[in-house]
Antibody, heavy 122, light 108 residues
């Protein structure tokens, strides 16, 4: 059974860059799935940030595309998120997840990490 | 705003049927998945590919899709089903992942 665990700072200053890692166990990040980041501001809904395949193909939310970078580390069986130019609006619980994709479209997100709260404040 | 439209809230009595809708122009061409989220917890997938139920999800959860609307149905609602429910799909081109705004299900 695949398990995902986010790690990173809980508090980041405005204008700085957030870096989060997601450690995967029970499944290889080099497998057939995409690896996703999703966030949820306090009291609000889910927002997809982007997804990445281990061979480098990435898809980003167009509203965040200029600030988001994702990467996969097959040697550590993990993947990462970098989000730059932070503001208070980026305060949220950040989830890493595993997602299915066909040759042309997205399918289900079948496994989620427990989430990590990131607060943007000086 | 969300590209997938859900009702913000729904209230039902125990034992009744709850139907939560999700609407978007892309749905005739895209599959829809549904997630249950309880307070302080990560979302859990309850339906995928419109109608498929993952192992471990009770049979009272079912899904359907017709035209531009997908529906999550919970038959014989129980108190433990009180949660937020989100639909998820893709845009018409299959490039971007979309979430609905979420529906808060209250069991009276």
């Amino acid at each position: 059974q695949v398990q995902l665990q986010e790690s990173g700072p809980g508090l980041v200053k405005p204008s700085e860059t957030l870096s989060l890692d997601c450690s995967v166990s029970g499944y290889s990040v080099s497998g057939a799935y995409y690896w996703a980041w999703i966030r949820q501001p306090p009291g609000k809904g889910l927002e997809w940030l982007g997804s990445m395949y281990h061979r480098g193909t990435t898809f980003y939310n167009p509203s965040l595309k200029s600030r988001v970078t994702m990467s996969v580390d097959t040697s550590k069986n993990s993947f990462s998120l970098r989000l730059s130019s932070l503001t208070a609006a980026d305060t949220a619980v950040y989830y890493c997840a595993r997602q299915a994709r066909s040759s042309w479209t997205w399918y289900e997100i079948d496994s989620w990490g427990q989430g990590t709260l990131v607060t943007v404040s000086s | 705003s969300s590209d997938l439209t859900q009702p913000p809230s729904l209230s039902v009595s125990p034992g009744q049927t709850a139907s939560i809708t999700c609407s978007a122009d892309a749905l005739p061409k895209q599959y829809t998945s549904w997630y249950q989220q309880k307070p302080g917890r990560a979302p859990v997938m309850v339906i995928y590919k419109d109608t498929e139920r993952p192992s471990g999800i009770p049979e009272r959860f079912s899904g359907s899709s017709s035209g531009t609307t997908a529906t999550l149905t919970i038959s014989g609602v129980q108190a433990e089903d009180e949660a937020d429910y989100y639909c998820q799909s893709a845009d018409i081109s299959g490039t971007y992942v979309l979430f609905g705004g979420g529906t808060k299900l209250t069991v009276l």
